[in-house]
């Protein structure tokens, strides 16, 4: 069975710092999905950033980045220029490619703070 | 926009009583999911449907039993609540790429 871990429960970082968040993951398959979600205090989860395991190249979308290491099974989040809206729960994802096959595994989240 | 629709942000409950949890969702997606949100765990799949009528137990099924009679309902049931119930619950659908699309949560206690 796949697993998801998150080592690091809670981080902090000083407002308009880069921060690093940590995934690791465990699967035997090669083709795969592995995503971060954010979670903001009392509010809806939201998809952050999307990775496809066969792009070599490393997803970004605005401050937000990854760093996907497939041989060591890592998949890290880095948040460039930390804002005050950043401050939330982040979860990493990892769901198998294979079609009919929806289901995401969850890592245990990340509570991120945010120190201005 | 898609919109996930949870029917209860906050419920307390009294141990044995019957509890639905239900959400809906906007955008016609066939698959729909039921996570439970803890301090530590993350999340983990309850149950999750991937067309009216059909579903397939997650990770932790026990104590629980769905219904999806309609396309965009999806309906969680706890026929006898137990106080290692209380937890947050999350409803999910998801598109053909693979993005989750999440209610708000129902945070539920059970005395």
């Known amino acids: 069975a796949q697993t998801v871990t998150q080592s690091q429960p809670e981080m902090s970082v000083q407002e308009a710092e880069t921060v690093t968040l940590s995934c690791t993951y465990d699967t035997s398959e090669s083709d795969y999905y592995l995503f971060w979600y954010k979670q903001p205090p009392s509010r809806q989860m939201i998809l952050v950033i999307r990775?496809?395991?066969?792009?070599?190249q490393n997803a970004t979308e605005n401050r937000f980045s990854v760093n996907f290491q497939k041989a060591a099974k890592s998949f890290s989040l880095k948040i460039s220029d930390s804002q005050l809206g950043d401050a939330a729960m982040y979860f990493c994802?990892?769901?198998?490619?294979?079609?009919?096959?929806?289901?995401?595994?969850f890592g245990q989240g990340t509570r991120l703070t945010i120190n201005p | 926009d898609v919109k996930v629709t949870q029917s209860s942000r906050y419920l307390v409950k009294r141990t044995g009583e019957k509890v639905f949890l239900e959400c809906v969702q906007d955008m016609d997606h066939e698959n729909m999911f039921w996570y439970r949100q803890d301090p530590g765990l993350g999340l983990r799949l309850i149950y999750f449907s991937y067309d009216v009528k059909m579903k397939e137990k997650g990770d932790i099924p026990e104590g629980y039993s769905v219904s999806r009679e309609k396309k965009e309902r999806f309906s969680l049931i706890l026929e006898s609540a137990s106080t290692n119930q209380t937890s947050m619950y999350l409803c999910a659908s998801i598109t053909s790429n693979g993005e989750l699309f999440f209610g708000e949560g129902s945070r539920l206690t059970v005395l």
């Open positions: 994802a990892y769901r198998r490619r294979s079609q009919g096959a929806q289901k995401l595994v």
């Open positions: 990775q496809e395991a066969y792009k070599q």
